[in-house]
């Protein structure tokens, strides 16, 4: 069964500061990727997603990430943070040959300091 | 509001009661889930209903009962639960889970905070 991976746990930044959140799969195959976000007592919300195409896409409110096929990767970045990012962050895989159910990843706690 | 509505926000329940869970989607999507969020684990996907057909039972206990009666309407039907069901409980909708439809993109609700005593 495929997996996802999130390496960081929890991380604290201070405002300004950059960001990187790792995501790594299992699957070998065609994958659809994506990254969710859940702000302190919101809904899990799409932040972005990679289908095909550049491998690098760009989110809201200045996230990006880069889809590193031999690296199974799909990090999350943000080149300056602010306080108001501060949430949780959730990487998603679909892979094609499957049934485009999405396998999420266990999640990376941001807290950032202002 | 996402369009995704569940009810109730909060749910505290002995282990004897039986309770229900809701969601409701205004989106017109074909595609309905429920994950289980708990702390320190990723999202364990429960249920998928894809055109009201159930196409995923990921091997949760007999003591969760999904229904989906049409494909705007989602339910968790809940009995003799245990304290280790205890969970922020997650509906989510999707548009498609075609072959080619660009992959699933899911909609949550705000969840549904279930505590079991």
């Known amino acids: 069964a495929q997996s996802v991976s999130q390496h960081n746990h929890h991380v604290i930044l201070s405002e300004a500061a950059s960001l990187e959140l790792g995501c790594n799969y299992s699957?070998?195959?065609?994958?659809?990727l994506f990254w969710y976000v859940q702000y302190p007592g919101q809904h899990l919300q799409l932040l972005l997603k990679?289908?095909?195409?550049?491998?690098l896409v760009k989110g809201i409110k200045g996230f990006e990430a880069e889809f590193i096929k031999s690296k199974f990767s799909f990090n999350l970045r943000k080149p300056s943070v602010q306080w108001s990012d501060t949430a949780e962050y959730f990487c998603?895989?679909?892979?094609?040959?499957?049934?485009?159910?999405?396998?999420f990843g266990r999640g990376t706690s941001l807290i950032v300091h202002p | 509001e996402t369009g995704v509505t569940q009810t109730p926000r909060h749910l505290v329940m002995g282990m004897t009661n039986k309770k229900s869970l809701k969601c409701e989607q205004h989106?017109?999507?074909?595609?309905m889930y429920w994950y289980k969020q708990s702390a320190k684990k990723p999202l364990e996907l429960m249920f998928v209903?894809?055109?009201?057909?159930?196409?995923e039972n990921n091997s949760v206990p007999s003591r969760f009962s999904p229904e989906c009666p049409n494909s705007s309407h989602l339910f968790l039907h809940l009995h003799t639960l245990q304290p280790e069901d205890s969970a922020l409980y997650l509906c989510?909708?999707?548009?498609?889970?075609?072959?080619?439809?660009?992959?699933?993109?899911?909609?949550f609700g705000a969840g549904s905070r279930l505590t079991v005593l």
């Open positions: 989510a909708s999707s548009q498609a889970m075609a072959r080619g439809a660009g992959a699933n993109v899911l909609t």
């Open positions: 699957y070998g195959g065609t994958v659809n």
């Open positions: 990679y289908f095909s195409g550049d491998p």
């Open positions: 998603a895989v679909i892979h094609s040959g499957g049934s485009y159910i999405p396998t």
């Open positions: 989106l017109g999507h074909n595609a």
């Open positions: 209903y894809s055109l009201e057909e159930r196409v």
